[in-house]
């Protein structure tokens, strides 16, 4: 009685594990049918760049009108403009997440014509997304306690995060020349 209990339950789970074990497979070869077909593209690279530097220059503007809120003692009106460049460091941090994608696709499909300048881009890329995030730890700190150390903290991260932005540009724009 028992046996015949579990043949019968046993067959039902394999023959419900059929069509689901068909829609994994039907998932899986549409994802790599997907994946293949994208190409890396040297215009979104740029494209991507040029949303980095935009909220780069919005991030300084936020920064310098949180500052003049922080002077003038108005810490509402500070933690608001903090906020503001939290989210521009935000962008910043996922428009590197994607250059390195597409530095990464560029590297697979063979679309460069200086390896080595595509792998110091994409080591740099990295380095630059780490600043970004540093950055906006330090927001997120900023807007819950403004402070003249935090201040300073972002000021020292900002200098960094120009420092290696140049050097990434130069090796995108080396790898694609």
Known sequence: MFETTLAVRRGAYQRAGAPIA??????LMAALLFCTAAQADPVETERLMQQVR????ALETNL???????????????VASFALARANTT???LSLAEVLVEVRKSREQGQYTDA??????????GR?????DFIDASLVQMTLQPSPIGRALIDAQRAQFDRLLAPLELDL???QA
């Not at 068909?22 to 998932?27: E, H, N, Q």
């Not at 935009?54 to 220059?57: G, L, V």
């Not at 080595?116 to 890329?125: G, I, K, N, T, Y």
Request: hydrophobic residues 45%.
């Open 54 to 57: 935009d909220e780069r220059s």
């Open 22 to 27: 068909a829609l994994r497979a039907f998932a």
């Open 128 to 132: 630059v997304k780490e600043s970004a």
């Open 91 to 93: 962008a910043i941090s």
């Open 173 to 175: 724009a080396l790898s």
């Open 64 to 78: 310098q009108e949180a500052y003049a809120y922080m002077d003038s003692g108005q810490t509402a009106d500070a």
């Open 116 to 125: 080595q300048a595509l792998e110091r881009a994409r080591v740099r890329c």
